[in-house]
C-alpha cells in the first residue's frame, strides 16, 4: 500500500501516539495502544496495523518504566499485532450500510476477546520467563486481564466507530453515516 504525505502524516501521529501511552506511566492493563493499532488496522490494513502493534511493543520493550520486558518481549509484540491484524481483516468486512451501534457491539465484543488472547499470549511468556506453572499464572493474573479486558470493550466498543469515521473523514472517504 502507497501511502500519500497525508496518511503517512496521520500514521506517524498514531505510532508516536502510541509509543508516547506506552511509556507513560499508568495503572497495569490500562492501555490505548491495543485500540489505536485495531483501529489503525481497520483502516490502513492488515500489515501496516500488526506493524504498528509490533513495533510499539518492541520499543516498550525496551524503554517501559516498568523496566526491560526480557522474553517476554516476543510474545507482547506478537499479542499487539493481533490487534492489528484483526482490526485490518474487521476493516475489509465492514459493510457500507451497516449501523454505527452494530459495529460498537461487533468492536467490543472483539475487544474482549482479543484481550483475552493477548493476555493468554503474555502470561505464557511471563510463565515460561519464571519458570512457572501457565495456570498458576492465569489465576494470579485474573484481576489483571477482568482489568484489561474491560478497558479494551469499553474502548473498542465506544471509540472504534467515531475514530474510524474522522479518519475516513479525513482521508476524504465519507462512511457508515
Known amino acids: 500500500m502507497m501511502l500519500d504525505t497525508r496518511n503517512t502524516a496521520l500514521l506517524s501521529i498514531f505510532t508516536a501516539l502510541c509509543i508516547g501511552i506506552q511509556l507513560t506511566p499508568r495503572p497495569p492493563n490500562v492501555e490505548f495502544t491495543s485500540f489505536i493499532c485495531f483501529v489503525v488496522g481497520a483502516v490502513y490494513g492488515c500489515v501496516i496495523g500488526g506493524l504498528l502493534g509490533a513495533f510499539t511493543m518492541f520499543v516498550n520493550g525496551f524503554l517501559s518504566p ?14 499487539m499485532a493481533l490487534f492489528g491484524v484483526a482490526g485490518g481483516v474487521f476493516g475489509k468486512l465492514i459493510d457500507k450500510d451497516v449501523s454505527g451501534m452494530r ?35 492465569l489465576i494470579f493474573g ?15 466498543g465506544v471509540g472504534f466507530v467515531p ?9 476524504g472517504e465519507r462512511s457508515h453515516e
Open 66 to 79: 516498568w523496566g526491560f520486558a526480557g522474553i517476554i518481549l516476543p510474545f507482547q509484540m506478537v499479542g
Open 103 to 137: 459495529l460498537s457491539v461487533e468492536a467490543a465484543v472483539l475487544g474482549a476477546f482479543l484481550t483475552l488472547i493477548y493476555d493468554l499470549i503474555t502470561n505464557f511468556g511471563f510463565a515460561m520467563l519464571y519458570g512457572l506453572a501457565f495456570i498458576l499464572i
Open 142 to 156: 485474573m484481576t489483571f486481564s477482568i482489568i484489561h479486558i474491560c478497558c479494551n470493550t469499553l474502548l473498542l
Open 163 to 171: 475514530l474510524f469515521r474522522i479518519i475516513k473523514n479525513f482521508q
